[in-house]
């Protein structure tokens, strides 16, 4: 019995629908900035408190320029998962599989986005308030020395599984390398918008 092998589509404007993917961009770019700027106020905020608990904690310039380029990354990639989710909406897929890989593509990014945040906001709370309160606290737990690399690897394995799915229903390698490209082009431009800010 000879099996046919069915080939994957490209990835495209036209798979995706023109007015989707202007869409898709526009609200990936709008949550890229807006998330960009809550992280930026949350860091501050996190600073007061921190301060207002008995610590004086101010970050100096190499600690506030990692983290602003790490919040700018995570910005970017989720900005992205926005984007693919709504390229993902109502496709015209022949295939069954293909239409199931699209809703598991869909509630993954989904489910990345609110999980990532989630965890970035019940670390940067309890990471701040608690050991910074405590008047014994010298700054032990040190992320940028001795954990920097859990901090880009969050950005890559976001990044990756957004776009894991995705290449189950089309041959994607491309846009993921644009995607990629962009990505790191847009974390630049709003990690120095947050730095010119701040100082």
């Known amino acids: 019995m000879i099996k046919h092998k069915i080939q994957k589509p490209h990835i495209s404007i036209k798979e995706i629908g023109k007015s989707k993917f202007w869409i898709g961009v526009l609200f990936g770019l709008s949550s890229s900035v ?85 965890v970035i906001s019940r670390f940067v709370t309890i990471v701040s308030i608690l050991p910074l309160g405590l008047e014994e606290y010298n700054n032990e737990l040190n992320m940028l020395n001795d954990y920097y690399y859990l901090l880009i690897l969050m950005v890559l394995v976001v990044f990756l599984n957004v776009w894991f799915t995705v290449r189950m229903i089309f041959k994607s390698t491309k846009w993921m390398i644009y995607s990629f490209a962009l990505c790191i082009a847009l974390t630049f431009i709003l990690a120095n918008i947050y730095l010119w800010r701040a100082y």
Request: a positive charge; aromatic letters at 16%.
């Open 34 to 118: 807006l998330l960009a700027i809550c992280f930026s106020h949350f860091e501050e905020l996190m600073e007061y408190l921190a301060g207002s608990l008995g610590n004086e904690i101010h970050l100096q310039a190499k600690e506030r320029r990692f983290y602003s380029y790490f919040f700018a990354a995570i910005s970017s990639v989720l900005g992205l998962s926005i984007s693919i989710t709504i390229w993902l909406t109502n496709l015209d897929l022949s295939r069954a599989r293909s239409r199931i890989y699209a809703k598991l593509s869909q509630t993954y990014t989904l489910l990345y986005f609110w999980a990532l945040i989630a």
